[in-house]
């Protein structure tokens, strides 16, 4: 109890520690809620528009299919740097019946891919070739993705009213925060560098508050909004983007617009100390290694660990060395190669690993500022959803298709370019993640429903590369294991560990000096990074509460009613 007690006072403490050492989210241009507990629904995203919108049509009787769909587009236009309609992604449903699917819409490999595409001829990467340009780019399966849902699921049914939102958002113009201020700024040259006609990203300096037009995007979002998924894959959208893959050495054809199609799966899924969580199955790793995170550490008894103490990081990266170990060799697009789900989140199998305290001799490395976004939904009726999409990294490939207005993905970079070579998060694969044609590249995406007796729990995600995966395991043990709080869950710090490199990173304030002498003492570097994922959480209290938490370390923001 007293342990308990201490835990508590101990956290409590280290959230408003370390949200002092956040960025403060910008108050100036938008009104920006970072947590709040409401009756009916309740929407969370990176971006205040994107709330706005999606809670907009939850009160207009949308349901958490609608609203997703018009997040989604609105974050095309007002978050462009990973919301997308040139990227793809994946996604959790769970209606009001409690039944949960998933729906894959992650970019393909165009038709003309070849495994060694991105190589020299002496067979070494050409490092920029997979991650900035036409030739980065997979087939687009947003559109695809959001109108497969619409058919699914709306209760509005009418696609038009879910587009328009983004449509006026782009024609009019949002105001930039400051922090999309900073990044346009930061990336100048590479939009230049890719883009050789009028876009509307160039600027010599962009200023918290300056408006931020796209006419393309909302003649582009017009067509999709009139046509559904034939304004894009088709007509002068597909002609666009054709003729730009042509001029600019791209692959993407026709054909692979036309026949692009996302797929409903199952979702994997676990128990967890008497909670179910369900999470998304390859072609992400997400959901898979989640699970085994779950299983390995399920046995390990945290009530009397005290947060982010020498005895629960060392728990987590011994669990998630094995993880990502498996990941790598046995992960890739399932419709191509066997990926033996059951075996691998088989907790007596997996058990059976050996924790190997020795150290990898590698020289992998990561980078640190990942892109991609994830929103939260709950609904009236009953329905959630958790949709992670991405283009990648930052903007993508910055390879905008002349006269469309929107961002091209960069995803081939997460394909293993060649076997044993890190992508840009620094995790590796072989055969199961090679290129091939029509093949989807291999994710670290986690969208995640949590229930507890078959009721609504929590709904969650993160962007982050390979930390998506850590992020969401670490919040489901702060709300599980350390008894958190929604908000106090997503604020407070993170680490992550993913074998190779062989270092526990760690975000300012999560380790002390102590910590770290005693993760050396057995081996581990540790290295503090900037802040590590942006987590979109609902959670439900037993008396059936909605109790929103958008991440402080961005201007995310959480609404409902
Ligand atoms: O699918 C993946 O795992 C990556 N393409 C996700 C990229 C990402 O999360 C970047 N940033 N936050």
Redesign the pocket.
């Known amino acids: 109890m007293k342990r308990v007690f201490f835990n508590r006072f101990y956290y409590s403490l280290f959230v408003l520690l370390f949200l002092f050492s956040c960025k403060k989210p910008d108050h100036s241009v938008y009104s920006i809620n970072k947590h709040e507990d409401v009756e009916h629904a309740g929407v969370v995203t990176a971006h205040p528009e994107a709330t706005k919108i999606g809670l907009e049509i939850l009160k207009n009787g949308g349901n958490a299919a609608d609203a997703a769909i018009a997040v989604q587009f609105a974050l095309a236009v007002c978050y462009p740097r990973a919301g997308n309609i040139g990227g793809g992604g994946f996604l959790l449903y769970r209606d009001s019946m409690g039944e949960v699917t998933s729906l894959d819409f992650r970019e393909k490999a165009p038709g003309q891919s070849t495994r060694d595409m991105y190589l020299d001829n002496s067979g070494n990467p050409i490092d920029e070739k997979s991650k900035l340009g036409a030739l980065a780019c997979g087939v687009p399966g947003t559109v695809d993705g959001m109108y497969t849902l619409f058919l699914r699921y709306s209760r509005l049914k009418d696609w038009s009213k879910l587009v328009l939102p983004a449509v006026l958002l782009a024609e009019n113009g949002c105001k930039l925060t400051a922090s999309e201020a900073e990044i346009l700024n930061k990336y100048q040259h590479n939009f230049r560098r890719f883009n050789k006609h009028s876009i509307p990203f160039l600027k010599e300096n962009w200023r918290t508050g300056d408006i931020l037009k796209q006419p393309d995007l909302a003649r582009t979002l017009r067509l999709i909004m009139e046509n559904g998924r034939n304004g894009f894959y088709k007509g002068p959208t597909a002609e666009k983007m054709i003729n730009a893959m042509q001029k600019h050495n791209g692959l993407i054809s026709a054909d692979d617009l036309d026949s692009y199609s996302s797929v409903w799966r199952n979702p994997v899924s676990t128990e967890y100390r008497g909670y179910r969580v369900f999470s998304m199955g390859p072609p992400s790793s997400g959901g898979i290694a989640l699970i085994q995170l779950l299983e390995l550490t399920e046995k390990f008894d945290f009530t009397d660990v005290v947060f982010q103490k020498c005895e629960h990081i060392t728990q987590n990266v011994l669990s998630e060395r094995i993880v990502f170990g498996l990941r790598e060799q046995y992960l890739g697009d399932p419709d191509y190669y066997h990926v033996p789900i059951l075996s691998l989140t088989d907790s007596a199998i997996l058990n059976t690993y050996q924790y190997h305290p020795t150290k990898f001799t590698d020289h992998h490395t990561m980078v640190e500022k ?3 976004t994830h929103y939260s939904i709950v609904d009236e009726f009953g329905n959630s959803v958790s949709v992670t999409t ?1 283009l ?2 930052n903007f993508g490939s910055y390879f905008i298709p002349e006269g469309t207005g929107f961002i091209m993905n960069n ?1 081939m970079d ?1 394909f293993s370019v060649k076997s044993g070579h890190p992508n840009m998060f620094g995790v590796i694969g072989h055969e199961a993640n090679r290129i091939e044609p029509g093949k989807r590249m291999l ?3 986690t969208p995640t429903i949590i229930t507890k007796d078959e009721k609504l729990f929590a709904v969650l995600g993160t ?3 390979s930390t ?1 995966i850590t992020s969401v395991f670490q919040i489901i043990q702060n709300l599980i294991d350390f008894k958190m709080e929604p908000f106090e869950a997503v604020a407070a710090g993170r680490f992550h560990y993913q074998g190779k490199p062989d270092t526990v990173f760690y975000e300012e304030r999560v380790l002390t000096t102590h910590m770290i002498d005693q993760l050396q003492a057995i081996r581990y570097h540790a290295k503090q990074r900037s802040p590590i994922g942006r987590v979109e959480l609902i959670c439900i209290s037993p008396e059936g509460i909605i109790r929103l938490a958008a991440d402080p370390r961005g201007d995310d923001d959480a609404k409902g009613y």
């Open positions: 990942e892109e991609t991405t990648n990294g995803e997460d994710s670290s995406m962007p982050g590369g998506i």
